[in-house]
């Protein structure tokens, strides 16, 4: 069974970091592009980064030059490295795997960032 | 970059209904890379439809997904009331990678 396991929420002060951390289990973690995916207090979801087998790695304009995806094969463990933290980046993270064709096809349960003074 | 817009914002319908979603992308998608998600209240989103039209392991066959270019559109034959939730349509594109998601519809009971 896929699983994916966020954790290192909680809250922060604006202009501070946060290192999230999600741990896969139930399949080959390596063979696997993944991804961040957050959703704010009632409202839709927005792709945050993503990260391919090779290590190759993508954000939204949002989130560029604040953020950073990274992975640890031999860990089965995902990350994204999150600085300089506005209010607007208060949100639900959830780790995700790609799916076919574009698509996300298993997700965590996220981990709550709230960006507060 | 490629903006989706989903509509209606809510659908109030009754089980036993049909339920049409839309999806409309500001330029041609192609179709290989549209999907449908699914959530619940306090739950993480769930896969329905890959590929515009290929549902997801597990998925009930009354959940269909058509279209191409810049209009696609979800189906639910048959509501069941575990499907009433909110449906999200997403697309890749790969110059540079990236995936939008549109802003949902929520299928209400009426």
């Known amino acids: 069974e896929v699983q994916l396991v966020e954790s290192g929420g909680g809250l922060v002060q604006p202009g501070g970091s946060l290192r999230l951390s999600c741990a896969a289990s139930?399949?080959?973690?390596?063979?696997?592009?993944m991804h961040w995916v957050r959703q704010a207090t009632g409202k839709g979801l927005e792709w945050v980064s993503a990260i391919g087998t090779a290590g190759d790695t993508y954000y939204p304009g949002s989130v560029k030059g604040r953020f950073t995806i990274s992975r640890e094969n031999a860990k089965n463990s995902l990350y994204l490295q999150m600085n300089s933290l506005r209010a607007g980046d208060t949100a639900v993270y959830y780790c995700?795997?790609?799916?076919?064709?574009?698509?996300?096809?298993?997700w965590g349960q996220g981990t709550l960032v709230t960006v507060s003074s | 970059e490629i903006v989706l817009t989903q509509s209606p914002g809510t659908l109030s319908l009754s089980p036993g209904e049909r339920a049409t979603l839309s999806c409309r992308a500001s330029q041609s998608v192609s179709s290989s890379y549209l999907a449908w998600y699914q959530q619940k209240p306090g739950q993480a989103p769930r896969l329905l439809i890959y590929g515009a039209s290929s549902r997801a392991t597990g998925i009930p066959d009354r959940f269909s997904g058509s279209g191409s270019g810049t209009d696609f559109t979800l189906t639910i034959s048959r509501l069941e009331p575990e499907d009433f939730a909110v449906y999200y349509c997403q697309q890749y594109g790969s110059s540079p990678p990236t995936w939008t998601f549109g802003q949902g519809t929520k299928v209400e009971i009426k």
């Open positions: 995700a795997r790609a799916g076919p064709d574009g698509s996300v096809d298993y």
């Open positions: 139930g399949f080959t973690f390596s063979s696997y592009d």
